[in-house]
């Protein structure tokens, strides 16, 4: 899935073959978002008042009985938030669940309009919650359009015999976050793609 800022579908391709499968995997199918969810807990650190440049300690961590591990397999001590968002650090997104709250979190990704049902264990802040793709794609394009929230749509007029019955309006009035709290996720964003 393709989105503009103002939500209008420019791709999507929800399987192979129409006539063999109807079932459109980007609207429909849901699966596992993985780190992509990390959006959310970062989201929800941003608007309870932390900075991209926050220190933060990459370190064993445990929390109740789930103790989460790095891809690397390895901690690197003190880093920024920048960096931990940028490197996908596990240990940290936890430490940051456990601080804000994983039903905040849940509630950050509700807000930017993921549809799904969304667990509060612990380990979601690593994306075990199943998304749809168009939504996620939603979400950060929501993050992009300055924190106003995106509705994906595909039709922007239909006219009958010379007249216009239908013109789609983009609605710019659903404010999700502060503009200070969606600038530094799209910083972060950048630093990751960096």
Known sequence: VSLDR?????AMVGGKDYVSSIYNRATQAERQAGS?????????????GHKPEDAVVDEPVTIGEW????????NIGPTTLRNAFAYSINTVAAKIGDEVG????ADMARR???TTPINTYPAMVLGTSNVRLIDLTR????VGNKGVAVTPYGITKVT?????????????SHV???????QSMTDLLQTAVN
């Open 102 to 105: 994983f039903a905040t979190i």
């Open 67 to 74: 103790t989460p591990k790095n891809d690397s397999r390895r």
């Open 112 to 114: 930017f309009g993921i």
């Open 139 to 142: 979400a950060f394009a929501s």
């Open 6 to 10: 103002d939500g209008a579908v420019r």
């Open 160 to 172: 009958a015999n010379g007249v216009t019955i239908y013109a789609h309006e983009v609605d710019r």
């Open 36 to 48: 992509a969810f990390k959006l959310f807990v970062y989201l929800a650190a941003l608007e309870a």
């Open 176 to 182: 999700l976050v502060a503009p200070v709290v969606a």
